[in-house]
């Protein structure tokens, strides 16, 4: 069965780093897309990027690029979304999925990781 | 980039049918992809390349695409449906996603 985990819930301060997860299984990782998708309390879906585990082929929307960090390590099947400094800003819940080409739909999600950044 | 416009909101009466739009330039010629969120759940797929439907997915609920604007259609509409839907596509001359704002729909 395909499936997509993420790490569990943050609570940080504003200047702090933070490295969130998402494990897949049940289908070959290196062979599929991973996105990151953003949503803020009460609001809309936004496409932050996405990774190619296969060859680490990264895009950014223009609104993430240079706040996040995404990347991969197919070995272990995960990718991860990170930052550097967090700000208030960045609370919200970040889901993961999968998609098998650029076009393509994403088919599974992963359950979220809400991370709240807070002094 | 490629803007999406969705409706805030749609109402519909148990039993009747629920059209949601998304607009987009020249929407037509993309393909359009629909999901379904729940309040405290993941996004859901419902709809993809315009008009197909994963397994599991009721035939109640189809989609359409051509010229600006893309439609997801629920019929015979169910208290089950009520949630919010969010249309989606790749844009290839900006090498990214867009999604619409969302629509949340009400089963009155």
């Known amino acids: 069965e395909e499936q997509l985990v993420q790490s569990g819930a943050e609570v940080k301060k504003p200047g702090e780093s933070l490295k969130i997860s998402c494990k897949g299984s049940g289908y070959s990782f290196a062979n599929y897309w991973i996105v990151w998708v953003r949503q803020m309390p009460g609001k809309g879906l936004e496409w932050m990027g996405i990774i190619y585990p296969g060859d680490s082929d990264t895009k950014y929307s223009p609104s993430f690029r240079g706040q996040v960090t995404i990347s991969a390590d197919k070995s272990i099947s995960t990718a991860y979304l990170q930052w550097s400094s967090l700000r208030a800003s960045d609370t919200a819940m970040y889901f993961c999925?999968?998609?098998?080409?650029?076009?393509?739909?994403?088919?599974?999600w992963g359950q979220g990781t809400l991370v709240t950044v807070s002094s | 980039s490629y803007v999406l416009t969705q409706p805030p909101s749609v109402s519909v009466a148990p039993g009747k049918t629920a059209r949601i739009s998304c607009g987009g330039n020249?929407?037509?010629?993309?393909?359009v992809h629909w999901y379904q969120q729940k309040p405290g759940q993941a996004p859901v797929l419902v709809i993809y390349?315009?008009?197909d439907r994963p397994s599991g997915i009721p035939e109640r609920f189809s989609g359409s695409d051509a010229g600006n604007t893309a439609t997801l259609t629920i019929s015979r509409v169910e208290a089950g449906d009520e949630a919010d839907y969010y249309c989606q596509v790749w844009d290839s001359s900006s090498d990214h996603v867009a999604f619409g704002g969302g629509t949340k729909l009400t089963v009155l």
């Open positions: 020249n929407i037509g010629s993309k393909s």
């Open positions: 390349h315009d008009s």
């Open positions: 999925a999968r998609q098998q080409e650029l076009m393509e739909p994403n088919d599974y």
